[in-house]
């Protein structure tokens, strides 16, 4: 008998994205080509109450362009939290600037404002703060160290679509924010992302920059830069279009299945989960789990015995600035020996399966399996 695996994430679609996208396919070409990219890049900004969405490739084409258009580059150096994806950082980089790994906070898993303090030197431009698993950084004291030091912002909402910080969507937070819509994410278009801003100076910076540095609507291939071309096909905005109309049911179904996991894993010892302070909502895009070092159960120990079950996880991200991708970097060792909140935390956390297919049983058996490995049946 083939067990069926437990997915780990995946997207909710319905026949409302399979008609758009149908539709896209059938009618987006000639003078249509842009008319599904602008309804969902309308949609999304009207979604988060910001001014301009363009929609993208990718998440990391959103932050790549959100440094460039901020004109950053050689000598520069960027705050970038020790936890997260490498996405979060590698556009740093591409911009020839230094990525500085600042820690995170206990509870929040986000970059700490006081860590963010102790990293700042004269040549330090932006802010990259990152909205990890859905859960949101304090925003309004890393505002306050923006405008003291002349900071940018740039926020990376790649994982926190539907979370909020003090009223205000993720995504409207910062200069800059950019989204994913890989097809683990909350909202999804299979590959797929965009940035938001609320500067028509940085918006129109953006247009030019992503298209090869030359003018929006130029027939004349008269371009003025060298630049990038990141575009999102109409076949995909017409499924995020689809989406952003169902955000609402997306995120609410994200916090059914926290709270499903929460009622199930109640009354167990030495383990925390992903933390909502009182200003703020997390969408939850991973339920994660941190258990205390007493388990003696590292991740990627757990992750084996939940795998042998048909449960699939990932592990908690290991700090950037011990990967061998940035061995050269200057910065890593440093902090390597700064961030022990990073170091401490990253070796015990896991994400469960958070699939937007996930039914309750489903939740139940992970649970199972989980008191069972932890054996606090
Ligand atoms: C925190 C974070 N930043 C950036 C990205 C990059 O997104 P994309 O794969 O759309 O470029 C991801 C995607 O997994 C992410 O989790």
Redesign the pocket.
Known sequence: MIMERIPIAGPSITQLEIDYATDAAATGWYNNAGEYPRRFERAFANYLGVKHAVSLP????G?HLALAALGIGPEDEVIVPDL??I??AAPILYVGATPVFADVDTKTWCLSAESVRSCITDNTKAILA?D?YGGVPDYSALKRIAQERKLKIVE?A??AFGSEFEGCKAGSLGDFAAF???G?KTMSTG???MLVTDSDELHDRVMHLRDHGREPGDIYFRNTEVAFKYKMPSVSAAIGLGQVERAEELVTRKREIYNWYRDELDGIEGIEFNYEPANTKNSYWMFTVVLQPEFELPKEKLMAGLDKEGVESRPFFYPLSSLPAFEGESQAKIARNRNKVSYDLSPWGINLPSALSLERSQVQFVAKVLRRTLRVI
Do not use: I, M, P, R
């Open positions: 990718s998440c990391t084409s932050l997260t994806w996405a979060s990152v990890l990376d790649a994982e994913s819509f890989h683990s590959e797929g992302g």
